[in-house]
T-cell receptor
Framework: DGGITQSPKYLFRKEGQNVTLSCEQN?????MYWYRQDPGQGLRLIYY???????QKGDIAEGYSVSREKKESFPLTVTSAQKNPTAFYLC???????????FGQGTRLTVV | RKEVEQDPGPFNVPEGATVAFNCTYS??????FFWYRQDCRKEPKLLMSVYSSGNEDGRFTAQLNRASQYISLLIRDSKLSDSATYLC????????????FGTGTQLKVEL
């Protein structure tokens, strides 16, 4: 089945550790995005990529890094520089940059 | 002012009622508009795109008013299964083409 797969679904991180969240899509979409959602709040854009080997910072990129080496994959690394990383992380993709986006099931990251 | 603003609700309505949500956006260069639905602790899912002439999908009707910069969603004959948070989403052409999400309006449909 075509879709967007995020893994893991739940992730626990110790303070000071870097963690990488996986996002894979087999929809042949060009654009991919990472959003963060905090309880009772809307989605905030972390990074986005319109094409392979290119990505742009969103509104809250500090403390995060991404790569886009393959069209299908857009992993997000949450670094120790991110001061408040506990959140629900959502990856999305869209067929063209002016089309609607489709989401993966999300990763819940908790710092312990 | 937020780029996309929505009344957070909750809107508590009886089953069978008609309910309407509004959303305002601040950037006049916004070109694409969408409504998403998000269930508790789940990912957002596309409900419908919003076209300039307005569009309908079953019990759902979306309208766009570019002059006043607002978008609306009307739900007729509400079902218990419509209970969710409805997110207004705007895409601005140029400047990154990013999607900007409202914080959502919570709907609770009751017996």
């Amino acid at each position: 089945d075509g879709g967007i797969t995020q893994s893991p679904k739940y992730l626990f991180r110790k303070e000071g550790q870097n963690v990488t969240l996986s996002c894979e899509q087999n929809l042949n979409h060009d654009a991919m995005y990472w959003y963060r959602q905090d309880p009772g709040q809307g989605l905030r854009l972390i990074y986005y990529s319109q094409i392979v080997n290119d990505f742009q910072k969103g509104d809250i990129a500090e403390g995060y890094s991404v790569s886009r080496e393959k069209k299908e994959s857009f992993p997000l690394t949450v670094t120790s520089a991110q001061k408040n990383p506990t959140a629900f992380y959502l990856c999305a993709s869209s067929p063209e940059f002016d089309r609607e986006a489709f989401f993966g099931q999300g990763t819940r990251l908790t710092v312990v | 002012r937020k780029e996309v603003e929505q009344d957070p609700g909750p809107f508590n309505v009886p089953e069978g009622a008609t309910v309407a949500f509004n959303c305002t956006y601040s950037n006049s260069a916004s070109q694409s508009f969408f409504w998403y639905r998000q269930d508790c602790r789940k990912e957002p899912k596309l409900l419908m795109s919003v076209y300039s002439s307005g569009n309908e999908d079953g019990r759902f009707t979306a309208q766009l008013n570019r002059a006043s910069q607002y978008i609306s969603l009307l739900i007729r004959d509400s079902k218990l299964s419509d209970s969710a948070t409805y997110l207004c989403v705007v895409r601005v052409t140029g400047g990154g083409n990013k999607l900007t999400f409202g914080t959502g309006t919570q709907l609770k449909v009751e017996l």
